[in-house]
């Protein structure tokens, strides 16, 4: 049987290396198409540097588009090679769209197909990751969830819950991986920073999308800089619109492109604070016990706050939500690590795969 993985963003290949290391360790025949969604060698090669990722065996190219001309680019990239290479099962990831992409043809080639990072919920379909989240989730066979809320939510959707398994994390299975490796000194050095910092990063379409929500955003991070410095690896997406909201180079700011996965995480190792809205930081943040204040006004990652050490914060409130986690020093994190969070979630995907291809666990 072949298993195929369908990757296409930066958070992607965090989420798959460990299952595609745990499933070669079993011996299964796999292969990872690259959808080409992010091309920047930043955003991707770099990935697979540091991750240890293979080669993929096809990359789709697709590039940038609006919804509707990126995912249709997917579709039909995505047909070709199903219909060339006849996986058993494809495996998609988070909630990008590359992976609603990937889920949509596949169901239709009645190729199965497990979604890894099942059930997250923001319940804000203004988000369009939430759309590609409800879709993926309607639509996979076997879905692997990280945290225990989403058992619920998947069972509310009607999915039978035989289809479900609990595993814990497998981005944070990447993080304990990397942890030898997150050294701050020698990126803090290259950044002349000083030993107190603080990270940041802004990508979320609400957020950096209008003048007006940059500009909002890009006030309230100078605000934090005036405290301690910042330094901001800018997402391509936003880079054009913060740059023009005010977000510049100077003397307590620094603003710098992607940062390579290793890179990323020793800086946030040895921050004293990280104002995000991205995700996966929020759940690393966790992880790695420091202060997380994320800019949204919801998460799909309650678990990061109940659990964690993370608060969602409005542009208004975080110069004073930064200034009390500044001011309270490393964060004690709400609770114990959220259950399975333990850097076994590849084993456990592969173990449940490796059966399910022997036929010995269907799914219904
Ligand atoms: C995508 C995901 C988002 C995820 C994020 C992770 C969707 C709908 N969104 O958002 O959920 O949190 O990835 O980083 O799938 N660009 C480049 N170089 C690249 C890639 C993108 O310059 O390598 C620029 C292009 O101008 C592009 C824009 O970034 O139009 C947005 O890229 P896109 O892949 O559409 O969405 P992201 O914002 O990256
Ligand atoms: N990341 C990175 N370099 C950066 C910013 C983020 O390596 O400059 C990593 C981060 O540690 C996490 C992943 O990228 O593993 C998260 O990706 P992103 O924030 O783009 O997406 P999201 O999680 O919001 O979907």
Aim: one cysteine or more.
């Amino acid at each position: 049987p072949l298993v195929l993985h369908v990757l296409g963003a930066r958070p992607n290949f965090v989420k798959a290396a460990p299952v595609v290391r745990a499933l070669g360790e079993l011996g299964v025949r796999q292969g990872i198409i690259h959808t080409g969604q992010h091309y920047d060698a930043l955003m991707s090669d770099v990935f697979f540097a540091d991750l240890g990722l293979p080669e993929p065996v096809a990359n789709l190219a697709v590039g940038s588009g609006t919804h509707a001309r990126q995912t249709a680019a997917l579709l039909v990239g995505l047909e070709d090679v199903f219909l060339a290479q006849e996986p058993d099962l494809v495996v998609v990831y988070g909630d990008v769209n590359s992976t609603l992409a990937a889920i949509l043809v596949a169901a239709k080639l009645g190729i199965r197909t497990a979604h890894v990072e099942a059930g997250l919920r923001s319940f804000d379909r203004g988000m369009p990751e939430e759309v590609n989240r409800v879709v993926t989730d309607a639509l996979a066979d076997l879905l692997f969830v990280t945290s225990p809320e989403a058992l619920a939510y998947l069972a509310s959707e009607g999915v039978p819950p035989a289809k479900v398994h609990l595993v814990g994390n497998p981005m944070i299975d990447s993080l304990f991986a990397a942890l030898p490796a997150l050294d701050p000194a020698p990126v803090v050095a290259r950044l002349g920073l000083p030993s107190r910092y603080a990270v940041a990063t802004l990508h979320r379409p609400a957020n950096v999308d209008t003048a007006e929500a940059a500009r909002e955003l890009v006030e309230a991070v100078l605000e934090v800089s005036r405290r301690t410095p910042v330094v901001v690896p800018v997402h391509p997406r936003g880079k054009a619109r913060l740059a023009e909201a005010g977000l510049v180079d100077g003397e307590t700011i620094k603003v710098i492109e992607p940062l390579g996965y290793v890179d990323f995480l020793s800086l946030v190792r040895g921050a004293a604070l990280v104002v995000t809205d991205s995700g996966g930081v929020q759940e690393e943040t966790t992880m790695l016990g420091v202060p997380c204040l994320t800019l949204r006004p919801n998460t799909e990652r309650p678990i990061t706050i109940t659990h964690g050490t993370n608060r969602l914060v409005t542009p208004a409130l975080l110069p004073a939500a930064a200034e009390k986690a500044l001011a309270d020093g490393a964060a004690t994190p709400a609770g114990e690590l959220p259950v399975m969070w333990d850097g076994k979630a590849g084993p456990r995907i592969a173990t449940v795969i490796a059966a399910w291809l022997k036929g010995d666990n269907l799914a219904p």
